[in-house]
């Protein structure tokens, strides 16, 4: 089917440590934002929070994890969501068995103390057609909704991600609403409903405003942009906006943020092991060719521009991430705070 006319690659990186570099479409956007002096100031003295300060009620910070990341990587403390990446669906509505099945109970468990939600995620970048051909047909839709129920129920899970990537304007787009639909109608009341969208809701237009009084929220894949700066603070802002113009409300817009660089996908970790610089910015050279990636700084300003303009952050993903005090994830929840 037809794709987004974005010119960056779509491929899966394998790190040695068994990490799926999640690649995506995103929108090429030239607008230039700028952060005020005020903007700034405030993202610098946020630094000065501490974890141990009380969960915020309204700032989400989810995280997607794979099967590879240990169950001791996860800080819980410094989390609110978790997505459990990726079951897979077949085209005719069933689901294919999850070979991780333990590791997810043992996270949903360990996720319980801290009162983080865990939500399996399903579909992923690869499976367009099955997401096509199961929700066009009203049988396979109810199929597939039904043993997503049956799936939550079973593993005591909070809710849900739709990662469809991505449905087209049209009967495509009609289709994705009527499986938000339905899955809506059919989950148990308090059960989060959510998806993975492109980063331009100009260019997402499968993704239906009808959409977005069905989900709690929607997770905004700004990363994989230009390869010279791939997650900008500039298209942060642009992807939130744009959003909202359409009518989506600020605290449904989750500012989704790469653990990761282009162009080698690299995790921060290694660039940090690589050169401890790597902390201080965001491009480091490595294995001779130039990295960009977002840095302590930039997560900072990203966290101060979706506490004003959006309803919280998205990591793509925890593996990525450098362990103890140097985690961006710390850096990003004790931001916002």
């Known amino acids: 089917m037809e794709r987004s006319s974005w010119p960056i690659a779509q491929q899966r990186a394998e790190h040695g440590e068994g990490a799926i570099v999640r690649t995506r479409h995103a929108n090429l956007f030239r607008r230039t934002a700028r952060i005020s002096p005020l903007l700034l100031t405030c993202a610098l003295l946020l630094t000065g929070c501490t974890a141990t300060q009380p969960r915020s009620t309204t700032f989400r910070l989810v995280t997607y994890v794979t099967h590879s990341l240990p169950l001791a990587s996860i800080d819980f403390s410094h989390l609110t969501h978790v997505n459990f990446a990726f079951l897979k669906p077949n085209a005719d509505g069933s689901i294919r068995p999850l070979g991780a099945i333990g590791k997810l109970d043992r996270i949903v468990a360990a996720a319980k103390p801290y009162g983080v939600k865990v939500l399996i995620a399903v579909g992923g970048w690869g499976w367009d057609d099955e997401f096509e051909a199961l929700a066009e047909s009203t049988d396979s839709r109810a ?11 079973l593993h005591k899970l909070d809710g849900v991600d739709l990662d469809w990537e991505y449905p087209n304007l049209g009967a495509s787009g009609e289709a994705f609403t009527a499986l938000v639909r339905d899955l809506r109608a059919a989950l148990p009341t308090g059960t989060l409903l959510t998806a993975a969208v492109l980063a331009d809701a100009s260019n997402a237009g499968g993704a239906s405003e009808e959409i977005f009084p069905l989900v709690d929220y929607l997770n905004l894949m700004a990363y994989d942009g230009p390869a010279s700066d791939h997650s900008s603070l500039s298209m942060a802002r642009a992807s939130l906006d744009s959003w909202v113009a359409r009518g989506l409300s600020r605290d449904k817009a989750i500012l989704g943020v790469p653990f990761y660089s282009r162009p080698g ?73």
């Open 265 to 337: 996908g690299v995790s921060y970790r290694r660039l940090l092991e690589s050169d401890a610089a790597a902390a201080l910015g965001d491009r480091i050279v490595y294995g001779g060719v130039e990295q960009n990636y977002n840095g302590p700084a930039t997560m900072r300003l990203k966290v101060a521009l979706t506490k004003e303009l959006g309803g919280g952050i998205m990591v793509w993903e925890l593996l990525h991430d450098a362990p103890g005090d140097d985690a961006l994830l710390k850096v990003i929840w004790e931001a916002a705070q």
């Open 143 to 153: 199929r597939f909704v039904q043993e997503i129920a049956a799936f939550i129920a």
